[in-house]
């Protein structure tokens, strides 16, 4: 067992306590350490992805309790690489706040520790219902980051939001409840061991249990008709929380990867791939949403929310395949849409500090300050979103193109990712024209106080040089991906490595 | 038994999935704790319906009740409770900026939220709005 395992569920829970207790005060020092705790946190994921590269996935009791009554953090390649993800994206995030975001209401620092603790907690569990819990904690976070700053429309809007949430959790219970009813465990490796054997007697049930599940993870992920919350959501609330929201939606399809792709995975006897007939076309139709969503909005955070719905649809398309060429596109993809919409979302913040007047609306204004800088990242983030070359949209897109030419419909789903690809550039460069091409000339004096452009340019400036890597590291990248995609929908690795080094002991005799 | 429990849970999931269909925010809330209350049930159903029996595995026992769903309700009613004292006050708060509780979202243009309140809703709650 190796103790750093846990860290990254730790750390951002120490961070946030330590700030609300000790330093409510000073909203400085509240940044400091919140920065640094989130570099701390990204070298820690970084740390654990070398570990899982060079010792094989880990394995992490808590409180020691033998497996498998006791709850399981288990740490292996997938996992790592959304930690690693789910690091960067907080990085940024959290620089970009502390431009001054994080001054329009309370305690935002500690609302996005936990943030990343729910986050880092749903990519190590191994146990469903310990799963729900981190999925609590997730969302109380993310209803806290919602309202941030207040406002009318953003409280309707974090209402919505917070009661479609709260459904989705009821839903979730009973799922667990069905499952736990008819497999008597909760624990994923051994559920991987039970599924296949119960699905043969008495399927029915657990598969409500199943497809119930499925419906809260497409919710999370926005998959069509789950999606309609999401555009309201991340377009009415602050640029900081829409971009690191970014890792909710992928909470939402790691989750189906986890579940769908192994425990009831190729091998679940009775219950393969049970989720496997709707998760593709529900991607198809959340693509062609998205992109009509896309060249309806009229903000350029709706323009971004919408392009993520779209990015999810084109992401689950590959992930619905479950099979290992399928999944490494769909993985490499995902975290080029989360970072490329990150982006996206955090130029939009700087449009909005930018026009006091029009703020993101599509509607030509006077020019803000340091426009072509800010159009020139539009510009870089626009082109990642839409999958134009030269950046790693387009390396996914193909990937994805690639890993969909064995489905029989494959035409269909080659026609709607090129036409969606094609109308999604209509969409984003009619915003761009619209913000930075049409804007009256500059005013001779700035209007006090000047938006602030170091930390946002920096952070967005971070968010898309890692794009970059991540586009020059192709090659690396997807044999990475491919081992983990391997690795993921494996069953008897998964179970080997999570239940047999410590079979279950017989019940003790007093 | 069976019938009890199981119309119980049918009956409080029917009165919750209709109050949280409707138009304004104290009805929905109240459908979510229904729903909350069924949830509850279920769950605790799931570790099957015993009686008299203790909650621990004994050797020699012959019945034991499941612990584990016992262990999961409390949570679940730990977490709902949360969240329900959490959008109470969202609506609470949704109410008074607006002087409406629809639900509906009549001023998502306006992004910051800073300057939605004179958009189309009425600056005052309507008594009348609430029957």
């Known amino acids: ?510 | 038994m069976e019938l009890l429990v199981s119309s119980a849970i049918g009956i409080l999931t029917a009165v919750g999935i209709y109050l949280m269909l409707r138009g304004r925010s104290f009805p929905i809330i109240l459908g979510i704790t229904f729903l909350s209350y069924a949830v509850n049930l279920f769950l605790f159903s799931m570790g099957r319906l015993t009686i008299d029996a203790p909650p621990i595995y004994q050797p020699g026992g012959t019945t034991y009740a499941d612990p584990v769903p016992q262990a999961l309700v409390l949570t679940a009613i730990v977490i709902s409770f949360g969240m329900s004292a959490l959008i109470v006050v969202m609506a609470l708060r949704g109410y008074l900026e607006t002087g409406s509780d629809h639900t509906r979202l009549s001023a998502m243009e306006d992004e910051t939220g800073q300057s939605t309140s004179q958009a189309d809703t009425p600056a005052a709650p309507r008594n009348g709005d609430r029957a």
Not at chain 1, 236 to 256: D, H, W
Not at chain 1, 292 to 309: C, E, N, P, Y
Not at chain 1, 371 to 396: D, K, N, Q, T, Y
């Open chain 1, 1 to 510: 067992m190796n103790n750093l395992v846990i860290a990254p569920i730790l750390l951002p829970a120490l961070t946030a306590a330590f700030i609300i207790l000790a330093l409510r005060g000073s909203l400085r020092t509240q940044r400091t350490v919140s920065i640094v705790a989130t570099v701390l946190l990204l070298l820690i994921d970084i740390g654990l992805l070398a570990l899982v590269a060079t010792e094989g996935p880990q394995v992490y009791q808590l409180g020691d309790w033998p497996m498998p009554f006791g709850i399981v953090l288990v740490l292996d390649q997938l996992s790592a690489t959304m930690l690693v993800l789910a690091g960067v994206l907080g990085l940024a995030v959290v620089i970009y706040a502390s431009a001054g975001s994080d001054r329009k209401g309370r305690l935002f620092h500690p609302l996005f520790q936990f943030q990343l603790l729910g986050i880092n907690g749903s990519f190590l569990t191994g146990d469903i219902f310990n799963l729900f819990v981190f999925f609590e904690v997730m969302l109380i976070a993310s209803y806290g980051l919602m309202v941030h700053g207040g406002g009318a429309g953003r409280l309707k809007a974090g209402f919505h939001y917070v009661a479609i949430n709260l459904v989705a959790s009821t839903l979730f219970l009973i799922a667990v409840g069905l499952i736990y009813g008819s497999t008597g465990t909760l624990n994923m490796a051994d559920l991987a061991v039970r599924v296949p054997q119960i699905g043969i007697n008495d399927p029915g049930f657990l598969k409500a249990g199943a497809l119930l599940l499925f419906v809260v993870f497409a919710t999370k992920a926005a998959l069509v008709p789950l999606h309609w919350w999401l555009p309201a959501t991340y377009a009415s609330t602050s640029a900081p929380a829409a971009a690191i929201f970014m890792m909710l939606t992928k909470v939402g399809a790691y989750a189906i990867l986890r579940v769908y792709g192994m425990i009831f995975g190729a091998e679940a006897g009775a219950l393969a791939l049970v989720a496997a007939p709707y998760v593709l076309p529900a991607a198809v139709i959340t693509l062609i949403f998205g992109t009509i969503g896309v060249i309806g909005s009229r903000t350029l955070k709706s323009v971004a929310a919408f392009a993520v719905v779209a990015s999810m649809g084109t992401l689950l398309m590959a992930l619905g395949l479950f099979d290992t060429v399928g999944v490494a596109a769909a993985l490499y993809y995902l975290v080029h849409s989360t970072l490329a919409g990150a982006a996206l979302f955090l130029i939009a913040g700087m449009v909005v500090e930018g026009r006091p007047h029009t703020l993101d609306r599509l509607e030509p204004d006077m020019a803000m300050r340091a426009e072509r800088l800010v159009a020139g990242l539009f510009f870089i983030a626009a082109l990642g979103m839409v999958g134009l070359p030269p950046l790693s949209g387009f390396l996914g897109k193909v990937m994805i193109l690639d890993a969909t030419r064995t489905v029989p419909s494959w035409a269909i789903l080659w026609g709607v990712i090129l036409v969606t690809s094609l109308v999604l550039t209509y969409g984003l460069t009619r915003a761009g024209t619209t913000l930075f091409w049409s804007s009256a000339p500059p005013p001779d004096k700035w209007p006090e106080p000047k938006p602030k452009l170091v930390q946002p340019v920096l952070s967005i400036s971070f968010l898309l040089a890692v794009l970059v890597a991540w586009t020059i590291g192709a090659g690396p990248a997807t044999t990475w991906l491919e081992r983990t995609a391997q690795q993921t929908l494996d069953r008897a690795t998964y179970v080997e490595v999570v239940l047999g080094q410590n079979p279950a002991p017989p019940a003790k005799q007093d």
